[in-house]
């Protein structure tokens, strides 16, 4: 079965400095993995995702993460925090062994607060 | 990239009474589209997968009776909640991917606020 980690229910970082919200996935073959961010009263927008190839995927907004097989990690980070970044982040897996059509599973989300 | 649309975004219905929220794929036809629940400062939770002219499936623990799905066409789903009480009261999403592309990921809807009263 598929699962995802998200160490840190609340991560807290300063305008200016760099963010790391951690990202660990447990899946049975080879993982598509994905991070979504959530603004209050509003539905996930997609940031990025890992499928294959650079280990190292850049996404919108400045975002980037890093795909680590041996740690199966995928940490999301961005070299500057701003204000703005402030949200619920979620990390999302699915099993390239998986059939198509099933649903992807979630982490429990890390709430981000960027402070000025 | 590819939009869903998910209306209303916000609802408030007496207890007792049906409300049905609707999800759209705008520019891609969805053969699957999933319903999860959204409780405060919690994960999404899947409800169920919504299937294209059969019927939705659903997860443990999730009433089908309540929690009433039609996917009549390939870019509508739409979630019933029956009777409503306020413990249904909760952020309801809904999500699709565009068909034959596996390495895709989920666009989702605005999500819809109900509030039982």
């Known amino acids: 079965a598929q699962s995802v980690a998200q160490p840190e229910d609340q991560v807290n970082v300063a305008e200016g400095n760099p963010l790391t919200v951690k990202c660990t996935y447990s899946?049975?073959?080879?993982?598509?993995l994905f991070w979504y961010v959530q603004y209050p009263n509003r539905g996930l927008q997609f940031l990025l995702k890992y499928i294959t190839g650079d280990n190292l995927v850049k996404g919108s907004y400045g975002f980037e993460a890093e795909f680590n097989k041996s740690q199966t990690s995928f940490h999301l980070k961005k070299p500057s925090a701003l204000v703005s970044d402030s949200a619920l982040y979620f990390c999302a897996v699915r099993d390239t062994g998986d059939n198509y059509g099933q649903n992807f599973v979630f982490g429990p989300g890390t709430r981000l607060s960027v402070l000025p | 990239g590819a939009v869903v649309s998910q209306h209303p975004s916000r609802v408030i219905c007496k207890s007792g009474t049906s409300v049905k929220i609707e999800c759209r794929s705008l520019d891609f036809q969805a053969t699957t589209m999933f319903w999860y629940r959204q409780f405060p400062k919690q994960s999404l939770m899947l409800m169920a997968t919504?299937?294209?002219?059969?019927?939705?499936?659903?997860e443990q623990g999730v009433e089908k009776d309540k929690f009433l799905i039609n996917h009549a066409s390939l870019t509508l789903s739409t979630l019933t909640v029956t009777s409503a009480h306020p413990e249904d009261s909760s952020f309801y999403i809904c999500?699709?991917?565009?068909?034959?592309?596996?390495?895709?990921?989920?666009?989702f809807g605005q999500g819809t606020r109900l509030t039982v009263v």
């Open positions: 899946v049975s073959g080879n993982p598509y």
């Open positions: 919504s299937n294209e002219g059969s019927k939705a499936t659903y």
């Open positions: 999500s699709a991917r565009p068909p034959g592309q596996p390495n895709t990921e989920a666009f």
